[in-house]
């Protein structure tokens, strides 16, 4: 067969091990060719792409990124792109995609499915927010990189008796933040899902040093916002998305910034911040990053092979399964809340 191959939205730690995966997995089980679509939806759609040997993929294993490139590019964000979509890859002789993605990409692959084209989706963000899978490859890197950074920041933190806060990512979900802040022994952990109150992050940080812990590590997802009312005015003012891409979303950031203005105002206490960004999507994946997401590359192979189109390759109990497509897409998987009410709780503060 010939597969095609594309990697779609923020790039993430492991996007090449699927890649290799699939190009490996799919010429030595079932004599595939696989073409590898260059920046996501948009090489299709101007049908830019490479052919993807085993020998030029063997030693993608460990490296960041993505060699195909990734954008954010919606073909459905104009009138004629889906047909064009559709058109180039029936030109390109391509037999079945598999598109390696988060919500929009896996999205617009939902779509595809219903005007005919044969997909199978691999979900991958470091946010770990997508449906229908227990984890996305790329979250245990982001989370390894954001404790390693709180690591660090704890003892500039406690040497200048000051407030740290550290912005880690998360759109729309408190995963990175939630895991990094137990993993690094934050003292707050402020995530999109639970609005915060700024008057009782600074009294629970007045109250540390009371007891005599002099410095503070608030670790908050670029997400997160204070509780409707002036500070949520006020924050909004200052973390105000600035650019939007074809899905609608907004460039974030801004937040940490923000409140470590507003702790060291209302507390008197030196406070900095950390806006860790795009660090943590770049870089080696972790081991276990590269274990998941060669699974989910054999088996995208093993659903191509066996005709199990629409439908999306997932971790569920420690066992790699498919499951359809529209169960990832459309609501973003929230953090499991008891991590920071019975986890975190002992701890913060
Ligand atoms: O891929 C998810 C993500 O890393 C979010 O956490 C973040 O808000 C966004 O991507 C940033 O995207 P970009 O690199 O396009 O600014």
Known sequence: MRIGLLTGGGDCPGLNAVIRAVVVAGR?????????YLDGWRGVMERRSVPLEPGGVEDLLARGGTVLGSSRTNPFATDDGPRVTVDNIVKDGVDALVAI????????????????????????????????TEVTFGFHTAVETATEAIDRLQTTAESH??????????????????????????????VP??????????????????????????????????????????AKV??????????????????????????????????????????????????????????????????????????????????????????AIGRPKSLDIQLLTEVAAPFLG
């Open 161 to 190: 008796h000051r407030v740290i806060v550290c912005e880690v990512m998360g759109r729309h979900v408190g995963w990175i933040a939630a895991y990094a802040g137990i993993a690094g022994g934050a003292d707050e952990i402020l």
């Open 28 to 36: 030595r089980l079932h004599a595939d060719e696989t073409v590898g």
């Open 238 to 327: 200052t973390a105000t998305p600035r650019t939007v891409d074809q899905f609608g979303h907004a460039q974030l950031g801004g937040i940490g910034a923000w409140l470590a203005r507003e702790i060291e105002r209302r507390t008197g206490y030196e406070s900095r911040h950390t806006t860790l960004g795009h660090i943590q999507r770049g870089g080696s994946p972790t081991a276990y990053d590269r274990v998941l997401a060669t699974r989910f590359g054999v088996e995208a192979v093993a659903a191509v092979h066996d005709g199990t189109f629409g439908k999306m390759v997932a971790l569920r109990s420690g066992r790699i399964v498919r499951v359809p497509l529209e169960e």
């Open 101 to 132: 993605g988060g919500d929009d990409t896996l999205g617009v692959a939902h779509r595809l499915g219903s005007l005919g084209v044969r997909v199978v989706g691999v979900p991958k963000t470091i946010d770990n927010d997508l449906s229908g």
């Open 193 to 234: 899902e639970v609005p915060f109150g700024v008057d009782e992050v600074c009294s629970r940080i007045r109250k540390r040093h009371e007891r005599g812990s002099y410095s503070s590590v608030v670790v908050i997802s670029e997400g997160a916002l204070p509780e409707p009312g002036p500070d949520l005015e006020s």
